[in-house]
């Protein structure tokens, strides 16, 4: 059974920094692409990072580049997400999520359970 | 960025109803489209990708069409348990953007 459990979300400052992480199992870890996607407290959804299975290419939204670094232990089968300068607007329950690929490109084909960033002073 | 306009926002429907949501991409995707349900506290499921194809599992009442820039996401015969939030999302170039999303209440 596919499980990712995300781990890491606090209260923390604007300004401050938080690490995510996501620790995946019931797959081969080291051959998928994995993402990071947000959603707003009463917001819909945001994709904001994804990786390649060996770490090579890495892409972000706009609003996080420059403050916010994903990255993979594919021997620890784990995914993380380093987030520094935080903002108000970054509060926002973190999902972790697995790519699935068709012919037109991927889909999030599972979901961690989230875990909850509060940016604020 | 490619921008993705869902309608509409909200809807009401009743068990058994045909519920029809829309999904129009700022530039062409190709068929370059999912959709996803969410329901509430709980994590987004993908219920169909490359626009028309039924993630495994997902009942045959869900389906979805178009391409290009236009899209259309039908549920034919609405059940109790699809009282949800429905997103759509290109997955033609990062970032992968999605819909505002269209939640489907209970009339």
């Known amino acids: 059974e596919v499980q990712l459990v995300e781990s890491g979300g606090n209260l923390v400052q604007p300004g401050g920094s938080l690490r995510l992480s996501c620790a995946a199992s019931g797959f081969t870890f080291s051959s998928y692409w994995m993402s990071w996607v947000r959603q707003a407290p009463g917001k819909g959804l945001e994709w904001v990072a994804n990786m390649k299975p060996d770490g090579s290419e890495k892409y972000y939204v706009d609003s996080v580049k420059g403050r916010m670094t994903i990255s993979r232990d594919n021997a620890k089968s784990s995914l993380y997400l380093q987030m520094n300068s935080l903002r108000a607007e970054d509060t926002a329950v973190y999902y972790c999520t697995r790519h699935s690929f068709s012919r037109f490109g991927p889909s999030h084909d599972y979901w961690g359970q989230g875990t909850l960033v509060t940016v604020s002073s | 960025d490619i921008q993705m306009t869902q309608s509409p926002s909200s809807l009401s429907a009743s068990i058994g109803d045909r519920v029809t949501i829309t999904c129009r991409a700022s530039?062409?995707?190709?068929?370059?489209l999912n959709w996803y349900q969410q329901k509430p506290g709980k994590a987004p499921k993908v219920l169909i990708y490359a626009a028309s194809t039924l993630q495994s599992g997902v009942p045959s009442r869900f389906s979805g069409s178009g391409s290009g820039t236009d899209f259309t996401f039908i549920i034919s015969s609405l059940q109790p348990e699809d009282f949800a939030t429905y997103y759509c999302?290109?997955?033609?170039?990062?970032?992968?953007?999605f819909g505002q999303g269209t939640k489907v209440e209970i009339k």
């Open positions: 530039q062409s995707i190709s068929s370059y």
């Open positions: 999302q290109q997955s033609y170039i990062t970032p992968y953007t």
